[in-house]
């Protein structure tokens, strides 16, 4: 049985650290530069353990997703190794979001510009003092103006 069959019965059985220790010899054996990945790998599960060990971890989906990695290191595939759980996985998911947020941004932006233009009467009658104004006509714009401009500046991309 060759090292990559072995690999996956490894994973296949549960025994993730053998599948990483076999994957350190294929590597060595195919002469690929995979030390940073094992490495990284080797740590997320350790760590894994220790969390399982202390009770802190409840659920296996770290467990799989270092499982997933080996396998796709396995199929050649070039894969992003993170430690960070809150990492989005998908990338043009996430810049459509903030596009929509920059998007967003902007439109509240002139929304509040054009309500300020079209009520400076309001505005301006307040601040002589000369007409009892709501305060609700008197910041709305000024809110949604500001509102804007933190999502547009906060948006990335």
Do not use: Y
Request: proline share 1%; net charge positive; glycine share 6%.
């Amino acid at each position: 049985m060759d090292l990559e069959s072995q690999i996956k019965d490894a994973i296949a059985s549960g025994n993730t650290e053998e599948a990483l220790h076999k994957m350190d010899e294929l590597s060595k054996i195919k002469n690929l530069d995979l030390s940073d990945e094992i490495t990284i790998l080797k740590g997320r599960l350790k760590k894994w353990q220790k969390e399982k060990n202390l009770g802190l971890n409840i659920n296996d989906i770290e467990l799989r997703q270092i499982q997933f990695a080996i396998l796709q290191i396995l199929k050649g595939e070039t894969i992003i190794i993170s430690n960070n759980k809150h990492e989005p996985k998908k990338v043009g998911h996430n810049i459509l979001i903030h596009k929509l947020i920059k998007f967003t941004g902007f439109f509240l932006c002139v929304t509040g510009l054009i309500i300020f233009i079209f009520r400076f009467d309001i505005i301006h009658e307040f601040f002589k003092g000369t007409k009892n104004v709501n305060f609700i006509d008197l910041l709305t714009p000024f809110f949604l103006f500001l509102l804007g401009v933190i999502l547009f500046l906060n948006s990335k991309r």
